[in-house]
């Protein structure tokens, strides 16, 4: 299957400051890029759908300020968590895909703790 | 608005048994998928359901799917501990559309 690629794998920030979390599609063009939660024991929770040189489209619930996502490019997305508190702390996970039918695929997820 | 549901929620099983994790959902899915997820992983794609009567196999796991019971299954054949981990089915409304997630089925196979 093809590669998508996360980083950082986990990421410990200070209340109140800001995180970047990337996501690349290493052997795909991806036109369709999924930003998910996942709270420990719970299921994945979409935050929002990227399509490449658009806005990005939100879940209802999910701040837009607050969870600031860029496609700039086939390749890559970048989730900001901006102000980030304690409860952002989660395990965020994103996933890739080429064209509308094509099946998605993962990156390895990033940790973040908030202090 | 799809609606995915799994049961058994947590499943603890033997060596050596079988048993099958359901996942119902609630309108039409064009794709329903299964995915492994082991703690402090990412998820692992199993298997890509498309049609319905579609069965797929991968070693000791089996996954089919029923579109007008709007039913999947994952059956698991002979257990054993490497299995132990979480596991999710996943549907789309339409081809191009997101994916919504089932609760996840958390197995453990006890030796």
């Known amino acids: 299957g093809a590669v998508v690629s996360q980083h950082p794998s986990w990421v410990i920030c200070k209340s109140g400051t800001s995180v970047k979390i990337e996501c690349r599609s290493l052997?795909?063009?991806?036109?369709?890029m999924f930003w998910y939660r996942q709270f420990p024991k719970q299921s994945l929770m979409l935050m929002a759908t990227?399509?490449?040189?658009?806005?990005?489209?939100?879940e209802q619930g999910v701040e837009k300020d607050k969870f600031l996502i860029n496609h700039a490019s086939l390749t890559l997305s970048t989730l900001t968590v901006t102000s980030a508190h304690p409860e952002d702390s989660s395990f965020y996970i994103c996933s890739a895909r080429q064209g509308a039918v094509a099946e998605a695929f993962f990156g390895q997820g990033t940790r973040l703790t908030v202090v | 608005e799809l609606k995915v549901e799994q049961n058994p929620l947590f499943l603890s099983m033997q060596e050596e048994k079988n048993y099958t994790i359901y996942c119902n959902y609630s309108?039409?899915?064009?794709?329903l998928y299964w995915y492994r997820q082991d703690p402090g992983k990412s998820l692992e794609s199993l298997f890509v359901?498309?049609?319905?009567?579609a069965v797929k196999q991968e070693g000791r796991l089996m996954a089919s799917l029923d579109t007008k019971a709007r039913l999947s299954t994952l059956h698991i054949t002979a257990a054993v501990h490497d299995l132990s981990a979480t596991y999710f089915c996943a549907g789309g409304e339409t081809s191009g559309s997101r994916l919504t997630f089932g609760e996840g089925t958390q197995l453990t196979v006890n030796p």
């Open positions: 309108t039409t899915s064009d794709r």
């Open positions: 990227s399509n490449e040189g658009s806005k990005a489209t939100y």
């Open positions: 359901l498309l049609s319905n009567g």
């Open positions: 052997d795909f063009q991806a036109t369709t």
